[in-house]
């Protein structure tokens, strides 16, 4: 099942004539006059709990890998987000959705294709991955991923937020293993309080909190809990223009490796699309910005240019 995007799914939700002029804003110093706010920061943060108020609509996965439906120029691109942890229970979903969409172009974040589908030979995995690369040695030998090969894509995500991913982790991993003894609900307000020690800058502009590791740890052995992760990241991540200036603000690599490659995705499958269904395969956190351009497409407010690929 997927969720069609050419209607306005939040029309009669309560304020959205803000959701409006939120998703409308297309800078951190407009979202201020937005929101009423003092500061850029402050503005940030409220944009944030008021958009992940917005009401979502959960897609399901009777037929397939759950995802959502943007149509441009006649073709129907669906957008499914997974967790690629290279569990199992993933690997059988991923490789069943691809053989069921055998009438269909099927795409995937570079690095997927590895994971589960490299027997696969008419999915491609695109060149997000070293397409980010390039963009980072672009910046200059003062920034730490410059002089990375970019061949050394394992480990990428790690290398650049650090090793104090692992104590925010093991914190999480603790939490989560003690719902089953005292709930789901203790263990969501013990993980929002978690969330708010081990948050920084970085993780609010790509969605790494307590909720986002538990729906993922859920769905990467129960491939069916994937529209609720899918869900998650839809509503904490405000639209592109908004969590990009932010996270330029604070670590201009990490936005070129996480919502710059959005764009980049977006683009790449729109320039190769040549039937009249595509598929499109990336992580869960990509897919609300892989979906957002393609937005733009369908609405004429992206252009097609000129499309180089990197080798």
């Known amino acids: 099942m997927v969720l069609d995007t050419g209607s306005d799914s939040e029309a009669g939700a309560p304020g959205r004539r803000q959701l409006a002029r939120i998703r409308s804003a297309d800078s951190l110093d407009d979202l201020t006059t937005v929101v009423h706010a003092d500061s850029i920061d402050e503005a940030y943060v ?4 008021l958009w992940s108020r917005r009401p979502v609509t959960t897609t399901g ?5 759950p995802g959502t439906r943007v149509t441009v120029d006649g073709v129907a691109i669906v957008v499914h987000g997974i967790t690629h942890a290279g569990t199992d229970a ?4 991923v490789r069943r959705h691809a053989s069921d969409a055998a009438d269909a172009d099927v795409y995937c974040e570079q690095g997927i294709r590895s994971m589960y589908l490299t027997d696969f030979a008419d999915v491609c995995a695109m060149d997000d991955y070293r397409w980010a690369m390039q963009r980072c040695a672009d910046l200059g030998s003062e920034h730490r ?6 061949s050394e894509f394992q480990g990428l995500r ?8 692992d104590l925010r982790e093991a914190a999480f991993a603790v939490i989560e293993s003690g719902s089953a003894l005292y709930g789901d609900d203790f263990s969501a307000t013990l993980g929002a309080v978690a969330s708010d020690v081990f948050t920084d800058a970085e993780d609010l502009a790509t969605g790494e909190d307590f909720e986002a590791f538990r729906r993922t740890r859920r769905a990467a052995e129960d491939p069916t809990a994937l529209a609720a992760l899918q869900e998650y990241y839809r509503r904490v991540l405000l639209p592109q223009p908004l969590e990009r200036e932010w996270l330029r603000r604070h670590d201009r690599e990490l936005e070129l490796i996480t919502h710059a ?11 190769e699309a040549e039937g009249a269904r ?10 609300p910005g892989v979906r957002y351009y393609l937005e733009q497409y369908r ?13």
């Open 46 to 49: 409220r944009a944030k709990r």
């Open 61 to 65: 996965t009777r037929d397939g890998l």
């Open 90 to 93: 993933e690997r059988t979903a």
């Open 145 to 150: 991923l410059s002089d990375l090969p970019r």
């Open 158 to 165: 790690e290398s650049l937020e650090g090793v104090g991913d």
């Open 261 to 271: 490659r959005n764009a980049r995705m977006a683009d790449y499958v729109v320039h």
């Open 278 to 287: 595509v598929e499109v395969i990336v992580g869960a956190a990509h897919q």
């Open 299 to 311: 609405d004429g407010t992206r252009e097609r240019a000129d499309f180089d690929y990197v080798d």
